[in-house]
Protein backbone atom coordinates (compact mmCIF):
# COMPACT_ATOMS: atom_id res chain seq x y z
CA UNK A 1 0.00 0.00 0.00
CA UNK A 2 1.05 3.33 -1.03
CA UNK A 3 1.46 6.29 1.95
CA UNK A 4 -1.35 7.82 0.31
CA UNK A 5 -3.78 4.81 0.54
CA UNK A 6 -2.89 4.14 4.27
CA UNK A 7 -3.98 7.99 5.46
CA UNK A 8 -7.22 7.98 3.09
CA UNK A 9 -9.96 5.39 2.44
CA UNK A 10 -11.78 5.78 -0.43
CA UNK A 11 -15.22 6.96 -0.67
CA UNK A 12 -17.99 5.00 1.26
CA UNK A 13 -15.09 2.16 2.51
CA UNK A 14 -15.24 3.71 6.28
CA UNK A 15 -14.43 6.82 8.48
CA UNK A 16 -12.43 9.29 7.76
CA UNK A 17 -8.73 8.54 7.48
CA UNK A 18 -6.07 9.93 9.68
CA UNK A 19 -5.62 12.82 7.11
CA UNK A 20 -8.97 13.94 7.44
CA UNK A 21 -9.53 13.24 11.58
CA UNK A 22 -5.88 15.45 11.57
CA UNK A 23 -7.72 18.12 9.15
CA UNK A 24 -11.13 18.58 11.52
CA UNK A 25 -9.14 18.31 14.71
CA UNK A 26 -7.48 21.31 14.00
CA UNK A 27 -10.36 23.03 12.49
CA UNK A 28 -11.83 22.45 16.06
CA UNK A 29 -9.35 24.50 17.53
CA UNK A 30 -9.95 28.63 17.44
CA UNK A 31 -8.19 30.39 14.58
CA UNK A 32 -7.51 32.77 18.00
CA UNK A 33 -6.20 30.06 19.98
CA UNK A 34 -3.83 28.75 17.43
CA UNK A 35 -0.86 30.96 17.22
CA UNK A 36 -0.76 30.76 21.14
CA UNK A 37 -1.36 27.26 21.31
CA UNK A 38 1.70 26.52 18.14
CA UNK A 39 3.72 29.33 20.36
CA UNK A 40 3.74 27.32 23.52
CA UNK A 41 4.37 23.98 21.59
CA UNK A 42 7.39 25.09 19.87
CA UNK A 43 8.73 26.94 23.27
CA UNK A 44 8.19 23.59 25.36
CA UNK A 45 10.62 21.63 22.48
CA UNK A 46 13.31 23.90 23.47
CA UNK A 47 12.67 23.88 27.04
CA UNK A 48 12.57 20.40 26.91
CA UNK A 49 16.57 20.06 25.38
CA UNK A 50 17.59 22.61 27.85
CA UNK A 51 15.93 20.19 30.56
CA UNK A 52 17.38 17.44 29.31
CA UNK A 53 20.81 18.83 29.01
CA UNK A 54 20.50 20.02 32.66
CA UNK A 55 18.26 16.66 34.18
CA UNK A 56 17.66 16.28 36.73
CA UNK A 57 18.15 20.51 36.84
CA UNK A 58 20.33 23.26 37.23
CA UNK A 59 21.31 24.01 41.02
CA UNK A 60 22.59 26.51 43.38
CA UNK A 61 23.24 26.39 47.02
CA UNK A 62 19.77 27.60 47.61
CA UNK A 63 18.39 24.52 45.48
CA UNK A 64 20.60 22.59 47.82
CA UNK A 65 19.19 24.16 50.92
CA UNK A 66 15.73 23.59 50.13
CA UNK A 67 16.50 19.86 49.28
CA UNK A 68 18.46 18.87 52.82
CA UNK A 69 16.05 21.42 54.76
CA UNK A 70 13.39 19.01 53.29
CA UNK A 71 14.59 15.87 53.82
CA UNK A 72 16.31 16.35 57.41
CA UNK A 73 13.78 16.32 60.32
CA UNK A 74 13.68 19.59 62.34
CA UNK A 75 15.88 22.01 59.76
CA UNK A 76 12.84 22.66 57.69
CA UNK A 77 12.26 27.12 57.79
CA UNK A 78 10.43 29.13 56.13
CA UNK A 79 13.15 31.41 55.10
CA UNK A 80 13.18 30.73 51.43
CA UNK A 81 9.30 29.66 49.87
CA UNK A 82 7.62 26.76 52.16
CA UNK A 83 5.29 25.93 49.11
CA UNK A 84 8.20 25.51 46.66
CA UNK A 85 9.88 23.12 49.31
CA UNK A 86 6.47 21.11 49.75
CA UNK A 87 6.76 21.00 45.95
CA UNK A 88 10.18 19.70 46.12
CA UNK A 89 9.22 17.17 49.24
CA UNK A 90 6.07 15.64 47.23
CA UNK A 91 8.89 14.84 44.61
CA UNK A 92 11.43 13.46 46.37
CA UNK A 93 8.49 11.28 47.89
CA UNK A 94 7.17 10.06 44.90
CA UNK A 95 9.89 9.76 42.65
CA UNK A 96 12.96 10.19 44.07
CA UNK A 97 14.39 13.19 41.97
CA UNK A 98 13.58 16.48 41.59
CA UNK A 99 13.13 16.19 37.81
CA UNK A 100 9.86 16.74 37.98
CA UNK A 101 9.17 20.18 39.56
CA UNK A 102 11.72 21.12 37.00
CA UNK A 103 9.57 19.56 34.13
CA UNK A 104 6.57 21.16 35.35
CA UNK A 105 8.75 24.55 35.22
CA UNK A 106 8.93 24.18 31.62
CA UNK A 107 5.78 23.42 30.86
CA UNK A 108 4.38 26.59 32.90
CA UNK A 109 6.62 28.93 31.03
CA UNK A 110 5.65 27.28 27.48
CA UNK A 111 2.08 27.96 28.56
CA UNK A 112 2.80 31.34 29.89
CA UNK A 113 4.55 32.57 26.94
CA UNK A 114 1.65 31.06 24.54
CA UNK A 115 -1.01 33.14 26.70
CA UNK A 116 1.14 36.01 26.56
CA UNK A 117 1.26 35.87 22.80
CA UNK A 118 -2.57 36.16 23.02
CA UNK A 119 -2.94 38.77 24.83
CA UNK A 120 -0.94 41.17 22.83
CA UNK A 121 -3.06 39.66 19.90
CA UNK A 122 -5.99 40.74 21.32
CA UNK A 123 -4.07 44.57 21.36
CA UNK A 124 -3.26 44.07 17.71
CA UNK A 125 0.38 42.87 17.91
CA UNK A 126 1.08 40.53 15.21
CA UNK A 127 2.40 37.19 16.16
CA UNK A 128 5.21 37.80 12.99
CA UNK A 129 6.48 39.80 15.75
CA UNK A 130 5.70 38.41 19.17
CA UNK A 131 6.00 34.96 18.43
CA UNK A 132 9.36 35.00 17.58
CA UNK A 133 9.89 37.26 20.85
CA UNK A 134 8.75 34.28 22.93
CA UNK A 135 10.80 31.55 21.24
CA UNK A 136 14.06 33.72 21.50
CA UNK A 137 13.15 33.81 25.14
CA UNK A 138 13.56 30.15 25.33
CA UNK A 139 16.23 30.04 23.30
CA UNK A 140 18.70 32.66 24.54
CA UNK A 141 21.07 31.04 27.33
CA UNK A 142 20.13 33.26 29.93
CA UNK A 143 16.45 33.12 30.43
CA UNK A 144 16.31 29.65 28.31
CA UNK A 145 18.66 27.70 31.32
CA UNK A 146 16.82 29.80 34.01
CA UNK A 147 13.94 28.13 33.73
CA UNK A 148 15.40 24.55 34.08
CA UNK A 149 16.65 25.90 37.65
CA UNK A 150 15.78 24.79 41.08
CA UNK A 151 14.77 27.82 42.08
CA UNK A 152 11.66 29.50 43.61
CA UNK A 153 12.48 32.21 41.63
CA UNK A 154 11.68 30.21 38.06
CA UNK A 155 7.84 29.67 39.25
CA UNK A 156 7.37 32.93 40.62
CA UNK A 157 8.67 34.32 37.05
CA UNK A 158 6.21 31.96 35.81
CA UNK A 159 3.48 33.85 37.33
CA UNK A 160 4.58 36.91 36.71
CA UNK A 161 4.56 36.32 33.31
CA UNK A 162 0.83 34.81 33.29
CA UNK A 163 -0.04 37.85 35.68
CA UNK A 164 1.33 40.52 33.03
CA UNK A 165 -1.07 38.33 29.92
CA UNK A 166 -4.02 38.37 32.15
CA UNK A 167 -3.82 41.79 32.94
CA UNK A 168 -3.59 42.86 29.28
CA UNK A 169 -6.33 41.03 28.37
CA UNK A 170 -8.35 41.91 30.89
CA UNK A 171 -7.97 45.43 29.70
CA UNK A 172 -8.26 44.16 25.73
CA UNK A 173 -11.60 43.36 26.92
CA UNK A 174 -12.70 46.65 28.27
CA UNK A 175 -11.21 48.16 25.17
CA UNK A 176 -13.67 46.02 22.91
CA UNK A 177 -16.75 45.96 24.71
CA UNK A 178 -16.80 42.28 25.29
CA UNK A 179 -16.17 42.61 29.22
CA UNK A 180 -19.28 43.62 29.89
CA UNK A 181 -20.77 40.62 28.34
CA UNK A 182 -18.99 38.21 31.27
CA UNK A 183 -18.63 34.63 29.82
CA UNK A 184 -16.38 31.96 30.34
CA UNK A 185 -12.99 33.49 28.55
CA UNK A 186 -13.62 36.28 30.90
CA UNK A 187 -13.84 33.94 33.78
CA UNK A 188 -10.86 31.98 32.83
CA UNK A 189 -8.63 35.32 32.72
CA UNK A 190 -9.84 36.44 36.26
CA UNK A 191 -8.83 32.89 37.20
CA UNK A 192 -5.38 33.27 36.13
CA UNK A 193 -4.93 36.20 37.48
CA UNK A 194 -5.97 35.10 40.67
CA UNK A 195 -4.02 32.24 40.34
CA UNK A 196 -0.70 34.27 39.74
CA UNK A 197 -1.26 36.97 42.38
CA UNK A 198 -1.56 33.94 44.58
CA UNK A 199 1.45 32.06 43.21
CA UNK A 200 3.37 35.52 43.28
CA UNK A 201 2.99 35.19 48.01
CA UNK A 202 3.89 32.09 47.79
CA UNK A 203 6.80 31.41 45.63
CA UNK A 204 8.24 34.47 47.40
CA UNK A 205 7.62 35.38 50.73
CA UNK A 206 8.34 39.61 49.82
CA UNK A 207 6.13 39.94 47.00
CA UNK A 208 3.09 41.76 48.32
CA UNK A 209 4.07 44.93 47.40
CA UNK A 210 3.98 43.86 43.96
CA UNK A 211 0.52 42.28 44.57
CA UNK A 212 -0.92 45.68 45.57
CA UNK A 213 1.11 47.69 43.11
CA UNK A 214 -0.39 45.88 40.02
CA UNK A 215 -3.92 45.04 41.67
CA UNK A 216 -4.10 48.91 42.55
CA UNK A 217 -3.49 49.77 39.25
CA UNK A 218 -6.16 47.02 37.36
CA UNK A 219 -8.43 48.64 39.48
CA UNK A 220 -7.80 52.50 38.04
CA UNK A 221 -7.93 50.37 34.23
CA UNK A 222 -10.60 48.10 34.32
CA UNK A 223 -13.39 49.53 36.60
CA UNK A 224 -16.08 47.10 35.54
CA UNK A 225 -14.58 44.09 37.16
CA UNK A 226 -13.55 46.54 39.74
CA UNK A 227 -15.42 44.22 42.54
CA UNK A 228 -13.79 40.77 41.85
CA UNK A 229 -10.43 42.52 41.09
CA UNK A 230 -10.44 43.36 44.70
CA UNK A 231 -11.89 40.05 46.46
CA UNK A 232 -9.40 38.19 43.98
CA UNK A 233 -6.61 40.50 45.46
CA UNK A 234 -7.62 40.51 48.96
CA UNK A 235 -7.26 36.84 49.21
CA UNK A 236 -4.68 35.88 46.97
CA UNK A 237 -3.12 37.96 49.78
CA UNK A 238 -4.46 36.60 52.79
CA UNK A 239 -3.69 33.43 52.04
CA UNK A 240 0.08 33.62 51.75
CA UNK A 241 -0.03 35.86 55.06
CA UNK A 242 -2.23 33.30 56.81
CA UNK A 243 0.20 30.57 55.77
CA UNK A 244 3.57 32.54 56.99
CA UNK A 245 2.51 33.94 59.99
CA UNK A 246 0.35 30.99 61.41
CA UNK A 247 -0.20 27.30 59.61
CA UNK A 248 3.10 26.28 58.02
CA UNK A 249 4.35 26.45 61.73
CA UNK A 250 1.48 25.37 63.64
CA UNK A 251 -0.22 22.77 61.60
CA UNK A 252 3.07 21.59 59.61
CA UNK A 253 5.59 22.37 62.33
CA UNK A 254 8.14 24.47 59.52
CA UNK A 255 10.27 26.62 61.99
CA UNK A 256 9.34 30.95 61.09
CA UNK A 257 12.45 32.03 60.20
CA UNK A 258 14.92 33.40 62.87
CA UNK A 259 15.10 37.11 64.16
CA UNK A 260 18.56 37.41 62.65
CA UNK A 261 16.75 37.05 58.72
CA UNK A 262 13.61 38.54 59.42
CA UNK A 263 15.54 41.98 60.07
CA UNK A 264 18.60 41.12 58.02
CA UNK A 265 17.21 44.40 55.62
CA UNK A 266 17.06 46.67 59.05
CA UNK A 267 20.51 45.14 60.44
CA UNK A 268 22.01 46.19 56.74
CA UNK A 269 20.60 49.72 57.30
CA UNK A 270 22.24 50.41 60.13
CA UNK A 271 25.36 49.19 58.58
CA UNK A 272 25.22 51.90 55.93
CA UNK A 273 23.84 54.70 58.42
CA UNK A 274 26.95 53.84 60.67
CA UNK A 275 29.34 54.03 57.57
CA UNK A 276 28.03 57.35 56.71
CA UNK A 277 27.60 58.63 60.09
CA UNK A 278 29.20 56.97 63.05
CA UNK A 279 28.23 59.63 65.14
CA UNK A 280 24.44 59.10 65.20
CA UNK A 281 25.40 56.24 66.85
CA UNK A 282 25.56 56.25 70.78
CA UNK A 283 28.23 54.68 73.18
CA UNK A 284 25.10 52.06 73.77
CA UNK A 285 24.36 51.68 70.42
CA UNK A 286 28.11 51.02 69.49
CA UNK A 287 28.34 48.70 72.39
CA UNK A 288 25.52 46.85 70.93
CA UNK A 289 27.08 46.85 67.28
CA UNK A 290 29.91 45.24 69.13
CA UNK A 291 28.47 42.61 70.53
CA UNK A 292 27.26 40.88 67.11
CA UNK A 293 30.10 42.16 64.87
CA UNK A 294 33.08 44.25 65.10
CA UNK A 295 32.65 47.83 64.12
CA UNK A 296 34.80 47.48 61.42
CA UNK A 297 32.30 44.65 59.46
CA UNK A 298 29.64 47.38 60.61
CA UNK A 299 31.92 50.34 58.68
CA UNK A 300 32.89 47.66 55.89
CA UNK A 301 29.51 46.12 55.40
CA UNK A 302 28.28 50.01 55.03
CA UNK A 303 30.67 50.77 52.16
CA UNK A 304 29.55 47.48 50.46
CA UNK A 305 25.77 48.76 50.39
CA UNK A 306 25.11 47.24 47.65
CA UNK A 307 24.26 43.42 49.06
CA UNK A 308 23.84 42.62 52.76
CA UNK A 309 26.36 39.75 52.30
CA UNK A 310 29.10 41.52 53.64
CA UNK A 311 27.06 41.91 57.00
CA UNK A 312 25.15 38.62 57.61
CA UNK A 313 27.07 35.72 55.15
CA UNK A 314 30.52 36.43 55.58
CA UNK A 315 31.19 39.38 57.63
CA UNK A 316 34.19 39.17 59.53
CA UNK A 317 33.12 38.18 62.92
CA UNK A 318 29.63 38.24 62.41
CA UNK A 319 27.42 36.55 65.17
CA UNK A 320 23.59 35.61 64.12
CA UNK A 321 23.43 34.16 68.05
CA UNK A 322 23.86 37.60 68.81
CA UNK A 323 21.98 39.25 66.34
CA UNK A 324 18.77 37.43 67.44
CA UNK A 325 19.84 37.98 71.60
CA UNK A 326 20.13 41.49 70.72
CA UNK A 327 17.15 42.06 68.14
CA UNK A 328 14.87 44.62 70.07
CA UNK A 329 17.41 46.83 70.95
CA UNK A 330 18.85 46.51 67.08
CA UNK A 331 15.33 46.89 65.77
CA UNK A 332 14.53 49.78 68.26
CA UNK A 333 18.21 51.82 67.20
CA UNK A 334 16.87 51.50 63.42
CA UNK A 335 14.04 52.70 64.48
CA UNK A 336 15.53 55.72 65.77
CA UNK A 337 17.58 56.01 63.21
CA UNK A 338 15.04 55.93 60.39
CA UNK A 339 13.14 58.62 62.37
CA UNK A 340 16.39 60.66 62.89
CA UNK A 341 18.14 60.05 59.51
CA UNK A 342 15.60 58.79 57.11
CA UNK A 343 18.33 60.37 54.48
CA UNK A 344 20.64 57.34 55.05
CA UNK A 345 17.79 54.49 55.18
CA UNK A 346 16.49 55.56 51.57
CA UNK A 347 20.33 56.01 50.66
CA UNK A 348 20.57 52.06 51.88
CA UNK A 349 17.48 50.54 50.51
CA UNK A 350 18.56 52.22 46.69
CA UNK A 351 21.70 50.84 47.18
CA UNK A 352 20.10 47.62 47.64
CA UNK A 353 17.82 47.63 45.13
CA UNK A 354 20.69 49.22 42.80
CA UNK A 355 19.43 45.90 39.56
CA UNK A 356 15.92 47.20 40.19
CA UNK A 357 16.86 50.73 38.60
CA UNK A 358 20.29 50.74 37.32
CA UNK A 359 20.92 49.65 34.00
CA UNK A 360 24.97 48.99 34.84
CA UNK A 361 25.89 47.02 37.56
CA UNK A 362 28.17 48.57 40.29
CA UNK A 363 31.76 48.18 41.16
CA UNK A 364 32.81 44.18 42.47
CA UNK A 365 34.34 45.57 45.47
CA UNK A 366 31.68 47.02 46.75
CA UNK A 367 29.52 43.99 45.75
CA UNK A 368 27.37 45.72 43.44
CA UNK A 369 28.15 43.43 40.66
CA UNK A 370 25.37 41.43 39.28
CA UNK A 371 24.96 37.89 40.91
CA UNK A 372 24.61 34.91 37.91
CA UNK A 373 24.51 31.46 39.33
CA UNK A 374 26.85 29.30 36.72
CA UNK A 375 24.96 25.99 36.24
CA UNK A 376 28.26 24.01 36.98
CA UNK A 377 27.75 23.15 40.66
CA UNK A 378 30.94 22.14 42.40
CA UNK A 379 31.32 18.16 42.93
CA UNK A 380 30.35 18.27 46.51
CA UNK A 381 27.46 20.52 46.06
CA UNK A 382 28.67 23.52 47.69
CA UNK A 383 30.31 21.72 50.81
CA UNK A 384 26.80 19.36 51.42
CA UNK A 385 27.80 16.31 50.66
CA UNK A 386 31.63 17.15 51.88
CA UNK A 387 32.75 14.98 55.01
CA UNK A 388 30.74 16.46 57.75
CA UNK A 389 28.09 18.15 55.27
CA UNK A 390 24.29 18.07 55.83
CA UNK A 391 24.12 16.01 52.68
CA UNK A 392 27.14 13.58 53.24
CA UNK A 393 24.66 10.33 53.51
CA UNK A 394 21.63 11.46 52.26
CA UNK A 395 20.29 9.30 49.42
CA UNK A 396 18.83 12.43 47.85
CA UNK A 397 22.14 14.36 47.22
CA UNK A 398 22.55 12.36 43.89
CA UNK A 399 19.34 13.68 42.43
CA UNK A 400 20.78 17.24 42.41
CA UNK A 401 23.69 16.09 40.33
CA UNK A 402 23.94 15.85 36.98
CA UNK A 403 22.69 13.10 34.61
CA UNK A 404 22.00 14.37 31.82
CA UNK A 405 20.77 12.65 28.50
CA UNK A 406 24.27 12.98 26.98
CA UNK A 407 27.35 14.80 28.33
CA UNK A 408 28.23 16.90 25.13
CA UNK A 409 24.00 18.55 25.77
CA UNK A 410 25.43 19.60 29.55
CA UNK A 411 28.87 20.75 28.01
CA UNK A 412 26.91 22.45 25.44
CA UNK A 413 24.73 24.24 27.95
CA UNK A 414 27.18 25.33 29.90
CA UNK A 415 29.59 26.73 27.61
CA UNK A 416 26.14 28.79 26.20
CA UNK A 417 25.56 29.89 29.26
CA UNK A 418 29.09 31.46 30.34
CA UNK A 419 29.92 32.65 26.89
CA UNK A 420 27.19 35.33 27.55
CA UNK A 421 28.53 36.29 31.07
CA UNK A 422 31.02 38.81 29.10
CA UNK A 423 31.03 41.48 31.19
CA UNK A 424 29.84 43.91 28.09
CA UNK A 425 26.63 41.42 27.99
CA UNK A 426 25.74 42.05 31.56
CA UNK A 427 23.46 44.83 30.76
CA UNK A 428 21.57 43.14 27.84
CA UNK A 429 21.32 39.87 29.51
CA UNK A 430 21.08 39.25 33.07
CA UNK A 431 20.15 42.87 34.58
CA UNK A 432 16.07 43.33 33.86
CA UNK A 433 16.53 47.62 34.26
CA UNK A 434 16.77 48.39 30.46
CA UNK A 435 14.06 45.94 29.61
CA UNK A 436 11.59 47.74 32.43
CA UNK A 437 12.73 51.06 30.16
CA UNK A 438 12.18 49.47 26.83
CA UNK A 439 8.67 48.24 27.80
CA UNK A 440 7.48 51.83 29.29
CA UNK A 441 8.62 53.17 25.84
CA UNK A 442 6.57 50.54 23.99
CA UNK A 443 3.58 50.90 26.10
CA UNK A 444 3.90 54.86 25.41
CA UNK A 445 4.44 54.81 22.03
CA UNK A 446 1.13 52.37 21.49
CA UNK A 447 -0.50 54.02 23.97
CA UNK A 448 -0.37 57.33 21.78
CA UNK A 449 -0.64 55.72 18.67
CA UNK A 450 -4.17 54.17 19.84
CA UNK A 451 -5.07 57.14 22.33
CA UNK A 452 -5.74 54.71 25.64
CA UNK A 453 -2.86 55.74 28.12
CA UNK A 454 -4.70 52.94 30.32
CA UNK A 455 -2.46 50.26 28.25
CA UNK A 456 0.78 51.83 29.81
CA UNK A 457 -0.77 51.85 33.73
CA UNK A 458 -1.61 48.03 33.31
CA UNK A 459 0.76 46.52 30.42
CA UNK A 460 3.94 47.85 33.22
CA UNK A 461 2.19 47.00 36.41
CA UNK A 462 4.21 43.85 36.80
CA UNK A 463 7.26 45.84 36.07
CA UNK A 464 6.75 48.54 37.82
CA UNK A 465 5.80 46.84 41.23
CA UNK A 466 8.76 44.33 40.63
CA UNK A 467 10.99 47.69 40.64
CA UNK A 468 9.41 49.62 43.48
CA UNK A 469 8.83 46.17 45.62
CA UNK A 470 12.63 45.65 45.02
CA UNK A 471 14.01 48.86 45.68
CA UNK A 472 11.90 48.41 49.25
CA UNK A 473 13.11 45.22 50.07
CA UNK A 474 16.07 43.36 48.37
CA UNK A 475 18.79 41.63 49.71
CA UNK A 476 21.53 41.51 47.00
CA UNK A 477 22.12 42.07 43.34
CA UNK A 478 20.98 38.68 41.98
CA UNK A 479 20.12 38.52 38.44
CA UNK A 480 17.18 35.79 39.23
CA UNK A 481 15.24 38.69 41.29
CA UNK A 482 15.13 40.42 37.96
CA UNK A 483 13.88 37.99 35.61
CA UNK A 484 10.25 38.54 35.47
CA UNK A 485 11.42 41.88 33.82
CA UNK A 486 13.80 39.75 31.67
CA UNK A 487 10.69 37.85 29.97
CA UNK A 488 7.98 40.91 30.00
CA UNK A 489 10.41 43.55 29.01
CA UNK A 490 10.58 41.68 25.82
CA UNK A 491 7.23 40.93 25.30
CA UNK A 492 5.99 44.15 24.99
CA UNK A 493 8.58 45.26 22.02
CA UNK A 494 6.02 44.16 19.64
CA UNK A 495 3.26 46.71 20.88
CA UNK A 496 5.52 49.17 18.80
CA UNK A 497 4.92 47.00 15.27
CA UNK A 498 0.97 47.05 16.49
CA UNK A 499 -0.68 48.48 13.39
CA UNK A 500 -3.27 51.33 13.55
CA UNK A 501 -6.17 49.75 11.91
CA UNK A 502 -5.60 47.21 15.17
CA UNK A 503 -5.05 44.50 12.87
CA UNK A 504 -4.67 40.96 15.04
CA UNK A 505 -2.97 38.86 12.52
Not at 138 to 164: A, E, N, R, S
Not at 172 to 179: E, F, H, P, V
Not at 330 to 342: C, F, G, K, Q, Y
Not at 363 to 380: C, E, F, I, L, N
Request: contains cysteine.
Amino acid sequence: MTGDTMLERPPGTGGPGLRERAVAQHRRVRPSRRMPLAVAALCQVVLLLWWLAAYPAFVSYDSVMYVWQVTDPGYWTADHSAFYDAIILWSLKLTDSVAPVVLLQTVGMSLGLGYAVSALARLGARARWSAPVALALVVLPPTGTFVVFLWKDVPFTICGVFLFAAGLRLLSRKLDGSIGRGGRALRLDLAVFFLSMLGLGLFRNSSYGLMLVVATLLLAAVPLVRRRIALLTAVALAIPLFLNLWAYSAIWGIHRPPAYMVYSLNYDDLAVAYHRDPAAFSTEDKAVLAAVAPLTTWDTAGYQCFSIDPLTNWGEGWDRHQAAAHSDELVSMWSRIALDHPDYVVDARLCRGHIAWAIWGAPAARAGDTVVQSPKASPDLFGFTAPGGDLEHSRYADTLRPHPVAQPMLRAAIWLHDAFRAPQLDWLFWRGAVWCYLGYAALAVYARRRGSFAVVAVGGAVLLGLQLNLIVANAAPHFRYMAVALFVGPLLLPLLAAGRDGDRR
